[in-house]
Protein backbone atom coordinates (compact mmCIF):
# COMPACT_ATOMS: atom_id res chain seq x y z
CA UNK A 1 0.00 0.00 0.00
CA UNK A 2 2.67 2.53 0.82
CA UNK A 3 4.67 1.87 -2.16
CA UNK A 4 1.63 2.26 -4.31
CA UNK A 5 0.83 5.45 -2.41
CA UNK A 6 4.63 6.83 -2.94
CA UNK A 7 4.20 5.91 -6.89
CA UNK A 8 1.07 7.89 -6.70
CA UNK A 9 2.79 10.48 -4.90
CA UNK A 10 5.35 10.78 -7.18
CA UNK A 11 3.98 10.98 -10.64
CA UNK A 12 1.69 13.38 -9.22
CA UNK A 13 4.67 15.98 -9.83
CA UNK A 14 3.59 15.57 -13.52
CA UNK A 15 0.64 18.19 -12.97
CA UNK A 16 3.38 20.99 -13.32
CA UNK A 17 3.56 19.29 -16.81
CA UNK A 18 0.53 21.85 -17.13
CA UNK A 19 2.16 24.74 -16.06
CA UNK A 20 5.15 24.15 -18.47
CA UNK A 21 2.78 23.75 -21.38
CA UNK A 22 0.76 26.99 -20.62
CA UNK A 23 3.96 28.97 -19.87
CA UNK A 24 5.43 27.66 -23.21
CA UNK A 25 2.47 29.42 -25.23
CA UNK A 26 2.59 32.56 -23.86
CA UNK A 27 6.02 32.55 -24.38
CA UNK A 28 5.28 31.83 -27.73
CA UNK A 29 2.36 34.14 -28.36
CA UNK A 30 4.41 37.21 -26.58
CA UNK A 31 7.05 36.22 -29.09
CA UNK A 32 4.53 36.72 -32.00
CA UNK A 33 3.25 39.46 -30.65
CA UNK A 34 6.54 41.53 -29.90
CA UNK A 35 7.32 39.76 -33.39
CA UNK A 36 4.47 41.52 -35.32
CA UNK A 37 4.68 44.54 -33.34
CA UNK A 38 8.54 45.25 -34.28
CA UNK A 39 7.47 44.38 -38.42
CA UNK A 40 5.31 46.99 -38.73
CA UNK A 41 7.04 49.30 -36.55
CA UNK A 42 9.37 49.42 -39.23
CA UNK A 43 7.41 49.13 -41.72
CA UNK A 44 6.04 52.21 -40.88
CA UNK A 45 9.57 54.23 -40.60
CA UNK A 46 9.60 54.65 -44.22
CA UNK A 47 7.44 57.44 -43.40
CA UNK A 48 10.46 58.82 -41.38
CA UNK A 49 12.51 60.39 -44.33
CA UNK A 50 9.27 61.66 -46.35
CA UNK A 51 10.37 65.31 -47.09
CA UNK A 52 6.34 66.40 -46.69
CA UNK A 53 6.87 65.58 -42.89
CA UNK A 54 7.17 69.07 -40.78
CA UNK A 55 9.67 68.89 -38.20
CA UNK A 56 7.41 68.74 -35.72
CA UNK A 57 5.53 65.51 -37.05
CA UNK A 58 9.21 63.75 -37.75
CA UNK A 59 9.87 64.56 -33.51
CA UNK A 60 6.31 63.15 -33.07
CA UNK A 61 7.06 60.36 -34.83
CA UNK A 62 10.42 60.15 -33.65
CA UNK A 63 8.77 59.96 -30.02
CA UNK A 64 6.14 57.48 -30.87
CA UNK A 65 8.69 55.03 -32.44
CA UNK A 66 10.88 55.00 -29.33
CA UNK A 67 7.74 54.15 -27.52
CA UNK A 68 7.32 51.13 -29.19
CA UNK A 69 10.65 50.40 -29.33
CA UNK A 70 10.71 50.03 -25.91
CA UNK A 71 7.44 48.01 -25.92
CA UNK A 72 8.59 45.41 -28.34
CA UNK A 73 11.65 44.99 -25.82
CA UNK A 74 9.00 44.44 -22.98
CA UNK A 75 7.41 42.15 -25.32
CA UNK A 76 10.34 40.19 -25.56
CA UNK A 77 11.49 40.29 -22.28
CA UNK A 78 8.42 38.99 -20.71
CA UNK A 79 8.41 36.11 -23.72
CA UNK A 80 11.78 35.33 -21.92
CA UNK A 81 10.42 35.61 -18.27
CA UNK A 82 8.36 32.72 -19.32
CA UNK A 83 10.66 30.50 -21.53
CA UNK A 84 12.98 30.43 -18.56
CA UNK A 85 10.17 29.48 -16.05
CA UNK A 86 8.86 27.07 -18.48
CA UNK A 87 12.22 25.10 -19.12
CA UNK A 88 13.34 25.61 -15.57
CA UNK A 89 9.84 24.10 -14.21
CA UNK A 90 10.34 21.16 -16.75
CA UNK A 91 14.02 20.81 -15.43
CA UNK A 92 12.82 20.80 -11.63
CA UNK A 93 9.76 18.62 -11.56
CA UNK A 94 9.91 16.42 -14.95
CA UNK A 95 13.37 15.87 -16.34
CA UNK A 96 17.00 17.19 -16.91
CA UNK A 97 16.92 18.27 -20.58
CA UNK A 98 19.36 15.92 -22.32
CA UNK A 99 19.85 18.44 -25.12
CA UNK A 100 20.53 21.35 -23.13
CA UNK A 101 23.11 19.80 -21.15
CA UNK A 102 24.66 18.29 -23.93
CA UNK A 103 25.11 21.22 -26.43
CA UNK A 104 27.83 23.35 -26.59
CA UNK A 105 25.59 26.66 -27.34
CA UNK A 106 23.58 25.76 -24.34
CA UNK A 107 22.89 29.03 -22.43
CA UNK A 108 23.45 28.25 -17.93
CA UNK A 109 20.29 30.74 -17.78
CA UNK A 110 18.45 27.51 -19.20
CA UNK A 111 20.02 25.06 -16.66
CA UNK A 112 18.05 25.16 -13.99
CA UNK A 113 18.84 23.39 -10.92
CA UNK A 114 16.91 24.37 -7.65
CA UNK A 115 14.09 26.08 -6.95
CA UNK A 116 16.33 29.15 -5.63
CA UNK A 117 18.48 28.97 -8.82
CA UNK A 118 15.07 29.68 -10.92
CA UNK A 119 13.49 32.31 -8.60
CA UNK A 120 17.17 34.23 -8.94
CA UNK A 121 16.97 33.71 -13.01
CA UNK A 122 13.65 35.30 -12.90
CA UNK A 123 14.62 37.95 -11.17
CA UNK A 124 17.05 39.08 -13.58
CA UNK A 125 14.80 39.04 -16.13
CA UNK A 126 11.53 40.59 -13.48
CA UNK A 127 14.45 43.24 -13.00
CA UNK A 128 15.07 44.74 -16.46
CA UNK A 129 11.71 44.60 -17.52
CA UNK A 130 10.82 47.12 -15.03
CA UNK A 131 14.14 48.56 -15.99
CA UNK A 132 12.55 49.34 -19.37
CA UNK A 133 9.41 50.15 -18.08
CA UNK A 134 10.85 52.57 -16.32
CA UNK A 135 12.34 54.28 -19.21
CA UNK A 136 9.03 53.85 -21.22
CA UNK A 137 7.36 55.69 -18.04
CA UNK A 138 10.30 58.15 -18.53
CA UNK A 139 9.28 58.98 -22.34
CA UNK A 140 5.83 60.22 -21.64
CA UNK A 141 6.60 62.56 -18.57
CA UNK A 142 6.42 65.73 -18.21
CA UNK A 143 8.32 68.03 -15.92
CA UNK A 144 6.63 70.87 -14.98
CA UNK A 145 8.49 71.48 -11.44
CA UNK A 146 11.75 70.99 -10.03
CA UNK A 147 10.34 68.31 -7.92
CA UNK A 148 9.47 66.23 -10.89
CA UNK A 149 12.80 66.36 -12.13
CA UNK A 150 14.20 64.97 -9.00
CA UNK A 151 11.87 62.59 -8.63
CA UNK A 152 13.12 61.25 -11.71
CA UNK A 153 16.22 61.99 -11.04
CA UNK A 154 15.57 59.63 -7.75
CA UNK A 155 13.78 56.82 -9.63
CA UNK A 156 17.09 56.76 -11.84
CA UNK A 157 19.30 56.83 -8.85
CA UNK A 158 16.99 53.93 -7.08
CA UNK A 159 17.33 51.61 -10.64
CA UNK A 160 20.93 51.92 -10.81
CA UNK A 161 21.25 51.09 -6.77
CA UNK A 162 18.66 48.02 -7.66
CA UNK A 163 21.03 46.94 -10.54
CA UNK A 164 24.19 47.48 -8.90
CA UNK A 165 22.66 45.52 -5.82
CA UNK A 166 21.74 42.44 -7.87
CA UNK A 167 25.38 42.64 -9.71
CA UNK A 168 26.89 42.25 -6.07
CA UNK A 169 24.78 39.77 -5.14
CA UNK A 170 25.37 37.73 -8.42
CA UNK A 171 29.20 38.02 -7.43
CA UNK A 172 28.76 36.70 -4.00
CA UNK A 173 26.60 33.95 -4.86
CA UNK A 174 29.36 32.73 -7.18
Known amino acids: MEAIF ?14 VVASLAAAVAMFYMASVDAFYMISHLGHYASPALTGEERVALRSTTVTHVVEIVDGYLLATVLLIFSLGLYELFISKIDHAEGSDSASNVLMITSLDDLKSRLAKVVMMILVVRYFEFALSMEFTTPLDLLQFAGGIALLGLALYLSHMADKSGH
Not at 6 to 19: D, G, T
Open 6 to 19: EKLLWNSRLIVLAA
